[in-house]
């Protein structure tokens, strides 16, 4: 079955200030969030950067618990995390078991590592959340087209990413037809070790493949006929455009990373 | 202003340098406005057909002519897109991008005409397939039917002269076939689009004013509706059968009842049989 | 009894798109021989059911039995069980994937651990049951079929194991006329040899011609389970679609012209007019 929870930055459609932000300058500013946290070396500020959560979630207007829901997976990879450090790190041991030593230089580490790393996610994961992948598709083609003078086909890379987001749900069905239509006739997916597992793939794979490229033959055939004929005299319906708000939003972004910068600076 | 088939035959290459005939030496004229119902089994050349209508396929012996232009490859191929419109079969396979509106722009982008033009373009197609609140939606979230209907609007953004439209309900519930045939009939009256409707339910025959009958890659017969589907011999031949009500009349016709063996539909059937009892 | 539905539930969890075709109390007994069409609209929950009754998905709430015994009881019957239920999905031709059209209909005995004389046997006589040759057929590629013969072939990977339930998801969705009557008189002749078949389809025609009960679903919830003539008195009262002849019937009764009986088909039609068309001769 499709899970009950969302996909880990499924797209939340609703209306809001982050949604409506321009993608260009949504996708820059997550980024240089991202990037800046990888500099920052003083647990406070890890800990105070944590605060624009709540500011997306408030402009986003996400709940809580979509977000909560589609990081949920992630929780093993915090605990494997935390642990490595807390276990790992030499210092004075807080407790013995045996073997294992947790120290209270780890314990600060585990927490630091861990919080980047939630950060880093979380943070990231409002790109996808707050904008439409069409939407990301056309920031994508904006911000690398000065790319297409070195070669880089980036009209054609666009619509593959479009085609392909366009054609995943529909993969994903006809996979699960085909494993439920297989598992009919006694095929067994869930025992043996690996080669076994492996082999048994095959009558899934095989006909999601063949069923892949009988539709991108019908794809093609079908663009062909709405005149497609490669990317240069296409015009687009939507083009990005700013606003003034967007630039406050710059302003406010430029000042959120500097300051944090800035301030780890000078605590160190 | 109409197409034209002249001679014009299509063979498949295969393995080895062969080559498969899927439609012999065709003559056919499709003229402004009109409905004309392509009948045949799988297999009969029907989708060959069509996609040689609007320049998908070249003849490969006999020629092409839309609009008193030749059509043939790298020779007014795109004209014949923009001027013959084609729907599929599958909406799952023709769609291109994940939002309605995105889906329906893509033939006029394609033109590269400017913003203002493909946004009237889009809402107007949107409108006449009965889904402009649906412009904003993921397709895949949308019923088989609704989609088709997406499609549809994706072929008339082009502002077509011509529709073919290869068996567009046969994968459809009945709830979607019926949507997708009503605003067929509602385009026809209103717009005076020409349509070339290819299918094998005979029932959505009946209201063309041609019929074309395929079997084995040739026409094996023209005319009006009546003609050819109370024809049971004509019918057979195609691997197809006449339209129930019709079997239904030829049988009450044979027991000396008050019904013709040409009737069609149930309210000929029934207004024959009550006129007369 | 060969399967028996008790107060069946299945709840996808909430926001799951998939959501629209859970299950709600629903319960039936299909006795052996039966011939069930399901109706329903896309999403009233018939798909689900018939992954349910093949084992495929496990209910929230109830029970399946399949020849008396409970499908989820213990893991060890329930290979043996599901051996009991072929499964025709819509549009099969597209869970073919052997290199040869005999290893592909051999799949489920392999799985089900048949010996090798006794599978090709199996084979050779499922590729006849559809009409294919396994001289001819057997050693081609199934990939290079034409799409009825495809059909056949994948219709052929289930009946191999002649399972005594043969659940079918629209078989007839994509073939040509002759396709689709040939493929109605041979589910027929199956049914008469002993198959029960469950068969969901859209097409009221099927339902009248071929079908002995109907089960029809809305919402998840079985809403009717009746005999094809009943369904059909019943729902020509309202405004509802009906099969070819219920509705000339209709029709003819709305302008005063009564007939006898409750004809299915156009053959039971013809006679039914003949038989009271005043004047007619006898």
Known sequence: MIGSSPALGQYFPVDSALHRLDPRFKLIMILAFVISLFFIERVVVMVGALSVVPL??????????????????????LFFTMAIHL????????????????????LVRGAFFSLRLVMVITVSSFITLTTSPVALTDALEALLKPTKRLG???????????????????????AQEIIRAQKARGADFESGFVVKRVRGLVPVLIPLFVGAFRRADDLATAMEARGYAGGERRSRLHQLKLNPGDYLWLF????????????????S | MSIELKGASFDYPVAGGASVSALAATDLVVRPG??????????????????????????????VWIDGRRIDRGHNDLFARRTVGLVFQNPDNQLVA?????????????????????RRRVDRSLEAVGLPDLARQDPHRLSAGQRQRVALAGALAMEPRFLVLDEPTSLLDPEGRRDILAVLAELRERQSVGMVYITHIVEEAVAADTVLVLDKGRIIATGPPRELLTDATLMDRASLYSPKPNVLARRLCVAGLPASDELLTVEEVVSSLCSSS | MLVKLTDISLVYLEGSPAATDALTDVSFTLESGEFAAVIGRTGSGKSTLTQIMAGLLRPSAGSVELDGVDLWSDRASRSHL???VGLVMQEPERQLFETTVAADVAFWPKNSGWAGPEIEAAVEAALRRVGLDIQKYGERSPFSLSGGEKRRVAMAGVLVMDPPLLILDEPTVGLDPRGRQELLEYLRGLNQAGTTILMITHDLDIVAESAGRVLGFEAGRLIDDTTPSALFSQRAKTDQELATAPTVAKRLAEKGFLLDDEPLTVDEL????????????A
């Open chain 1, 152 to 174: 880089v086909p980036v009209h054609e890379l666009a619509l593959m990413t479009t085609i392909a987001l366009r054609f995943i749900p529909t993969l994903l069905d006809e």
């Open chain 3, 82 to 84: 599901r051996d009991l």
């Open chain 1, 252 to 267: 406010g972004g430029t000042l959120v990373v500097t300051g944090m910068l800035v301030v780890d600076l000078m605590l």
């Open chain 2, 34 to 63: 009109s409905f004309m119902a392509v009948l045949g089994a799988n297999g009969s050349g029907k989708s060959t057909l069509a996609k040689m209508l609007n320049g998908l396929l070249f003849a490969t012996n006999g020629e």
């Open chain 2, 98 to 118: 994940n939002v309605v509106e995105d889906d329906v722009a893509f033939g006029p982008e394609n033109l590269g005409l400017d913003r203002a033009e493909i």
């Open chain 1, 87 to 106: 276990f790992l790190t030499p210092g004075e041991p807080l407790l013995v078991f045996g073997p294992l030593q947790p120290t209270g230089a780890g």
């Open chain 3, 270 to 281: 013809a006679d039914s007019i003949i038989k009271v068309f005043p004047g007619a001769p």
């Open chain 1, 56 to 77: 997306l979630l408030f402009f986003s207007k996400l709940p809580l618990r979509w977000l909560w829901r589609s990081l949920r997976p992630l929780v093993f990879i």
